[in-house]
């Protein structure tokens, strides 16, 4: 239970800051958007959903993604 809790306290966290980053020019957005979803898209399905839309509207991200976390 706490460890899903985190997870997805977490996954809020970046999602919250991948937003900031997309207007700031210090955060990089779009990476840390695709890993807050990718945290959330275990619990929700419309992350899950957004989170492949993301993926192919930035695959060169998603590959590099892919290749950090072996997903």
């Given at each position: 239970m706490v460890k899903?809790?985190?997870?997805?306290?977490?996954g809020w966290i970046?999602?919250?800051?991948?937003v900031a980053?997309?207007?700031?020019?210090?955060?990089?957005?779009?990476v840390l958007l695709?890993?807050?979803?990718?945290?959330?898209s275990s619990e929700y399905d419309?992350?899950?959903?957004?989170?492949?839309?993301?993926r192919q509207r930035f695959p060169e991200v998603s590959r590099k993604l892919q290749r950090l976390f072996g997903t």
């Open positions: 899903r809790f985190a997870l997805v306290a977490a970046l999602v919250a800051l991948g980053g997309l207007f700031l020019p210090l955060l990089p957005g779009v695709l890993v807050g979803l990718w945290m959330l419309w992350a899950r959903r957004l989170s492949l839309k993301l």
